[in-house]
């Protein structure tokens, strides 16, 4: 169980144009999702918080009109990179928990998207 | 703020332990985990330990926890060539708190 996926694995795009990436939480409902980037051979970095039905919260220094983040529903959240260029060029990965503030539920990763900008 | 720390490489041979380290600066943290990343692949969650427990061991794994020096181990016994990896340390408040990782240990097994 907690499985949870992402689609595209890897997509390549020209300078420019916008890419839409899905998180899904496959056999539970998340009640928050995580986005993460990581750039090669360095740490992972949240990006945003997102609870189902509410606007993300930002980190600081994450634009959120480039890195729109949109939660509809309890087993989908989308990031879409707007008028992407070759400095957005990374590895962004998801997380979902069921969890709450006092619960003891964990945080459960995608396998990450590869995003090439040309 | 919240900062975790990590050596960024370790090499050990074929069959002998491995031991990870990983200091922390948030004594609100609740979780501490470690998790794999092979290479080009996503985040594999290996083990947590709640910072009330002090050891968690799973198989080959052991995980010790010092709260009063924040400080986080890993402990693969017996490691084999499918340990090759990045490790990362990562510690949050709560479940539905961010994460904050290290910058990841790069385990290299030599025959």
């Known amino acids: 169980g907690a499985v949870v996926s992402q689609h595209p694995s890897r997509v390549i795009c020209k300078s420019g144009t916008s890419v839409k990436i899905e998180c899904r939480s496959l056999d539970f409902q998340a009640t928050t999702m995580f986005w993460y980037r990581q750039f090669p051979k360095q740490s992972l970095m949240l990006m945003a918080t997102?609870?189902?039905?509410?606007?993300?919260?930002?980190e600081q220094g994450v634009e959120k009109d480039k890195f729109l983040i949109n939660h509809a529903s309890l087993t989908l959240s989308t990031l879409t990179v707007t008028s992407a260029h070759p400095e957005d060029s990374s590895f962004y990965i998801c997380s979902a928990t069921t969890g709450t503030s006092t619960s003891t539920d964990t945080q459960y990763f995608g396998p990450g998207t590869r995003l090439t900008v040309l | 703020g919240e900062d975790v720390e990590q050596s960024l490489f370790l090499s050990v041979r074929e069959g002998d332990s491995s031991v990870i380290n990983c200091t922390y600066t948030d004594s609100s943290s609740t979780y501490l985990y470690w998790y794999k990343q092979e290479p080009g692949a996503g985040l594999q969650l290996l083990t947590y330990i709640f910072s009330n427990m002090d050891m968690k061991q799973d198989q080959r794994l052991t995980v010790l926890l010092n709260k009063k020096d924040k400080h986080l181990s890993l402990r693969i016994a017996d490691t084999q060539t499918g340990d090759s990896a990045i490790y990362f340390c990562?510690?949050?408040?709560?479940?539905?708190?961010?994460?904050?990782f290290g910058s990841g240990t790069r385990l290299s097994i030599r025959p």
């Open positions: 990562a510690e949050s408040g709560s479940s539905a708190s961010k994460i904050i």
């Open positions: 997102s609870n189902e039905g509410s606007k993300a919260t930002y």
